[in-house]
């Protein structure tokens, strides 16, 4: 065979030639409900190559949100290990573990959470503010202001700046709150059901958003959602039912 006719890896295939960007091993995961434990994950795993975009699909219940903060520090798990580039970071302490969050991970919730007393622009400067002792902000504070409008100008809300989030649609809240994960610069993107309180124009906007992100950047997203529509625009998708993988697919997305 010639060097000509040789078929080239594909983008996932090339991915998967490295060490995973984040996993997930066998995570079990139960809620106290009065007296009785309720196991909501089952020996659950997942692993992400950077630059890949997953999506995990399943039922309400399916405990397709708990992965995904198990996996961002959000929560621990019962038993399992959650690994950082081969590095075990779900036993770290608590401040190890809060610099993870605000430097590795971040995160978009179906319900936005943006801070209701704090404008569009000042929800997205928090996790920065968050960042820097009380006299580094205030050194950085110009440069922190027009980095978070910089962001709110890539996602169309540059003038929606001084909005407070009962001033804007849904859609705008969601575009937000993708700036407020972007400003950090983070290595990986964990969003929970991103369009799930979304109409299907809307959702569509938020998914092109999103691809776009992890096209031009190749920043690593894993999106849960209960979509099969949005779920198949991801690279690959994961379904889990019962707390368990049930399948992996591993074809590109259309």
């Known amino acids: ?22 996993s997930a091993l066998a995570i079990e995961k139960s809620y106290s409900k009065g007296q009785h434990k309720v196991p909501v ?10 630059g890949e975009f997953i999506s995990v699909i399943g039922q309400s219940g399916s405990g397709k949100s708990t992965l ?8 621990s798990p019962d038993n399992g290990e959650v690994l950082l580039e081969g590095k075990r970071i779900d036993n770290l302490n608590q401040a190890a573990r809060d610099q993870l969050r605000n430097h590795v991970f971040g995160f978009i919730f179906q319900f936005y959470h943006l801070l209701p007393e704090l404008t569009l622009l000042e929800n997205v400067m928090t996790p920065l503010m968050i960042r820097h002792s009380l006299f580094s902000y205030w050194s950085k504070r ?41 400003i950090a610069k ?3 993107l964990l969003a929970d059901e991103p369009t799930g309180n979304l109409d299907s124009t809307t959702g569509r906007e938020i998914m ?10 190749q920043l690593t997203i894993v999106m849960v959602t209960h ?3 949005i779920a198949q625009q991801a690279h690959r998708i994961v379904r889990l039912a019962e707390g368990q993988i049930a399948t992996i697919g591993r074809e590109e997305a259309a």
Request: aromatic content about 0%; charged content about 25%; hydrophobic content about 35%.
């Open 142 to 182: 110009k440069e922190i202001r027009a980095e978070a409008m910089d962001i709110l100008q890539q996602v169309g809300l540059g003038h929606r700046v001084k909005h407070r989030p009962s001033e804007l649609s849904g859609g705008e809240m969601q575009r937000g709150a993708i700036a407020r994960a972007l």
């Open 41 to 50: 994950l089952r020996g659950a795993g997942l692993t992400a190559q950077r």
């Open 186 to 188: 983070p290595e990986i």
């Open 208 to 217: 092109e958003t999103l691809k776009k992100l992890n096209e031009e950047s």
């Open 68 to 75: 995904l903060h198990v996996m961002g520090l959000l929560d």
């Open 227 to 229: 979509d099969e529509a």
């Open 1 to 22: 065979m010639t060097h000509g006719s040789q078929t080239q890896p594909t983008k996932i295939e090339t991915l998967k030639m490295t060490t995973p960007l984040i």
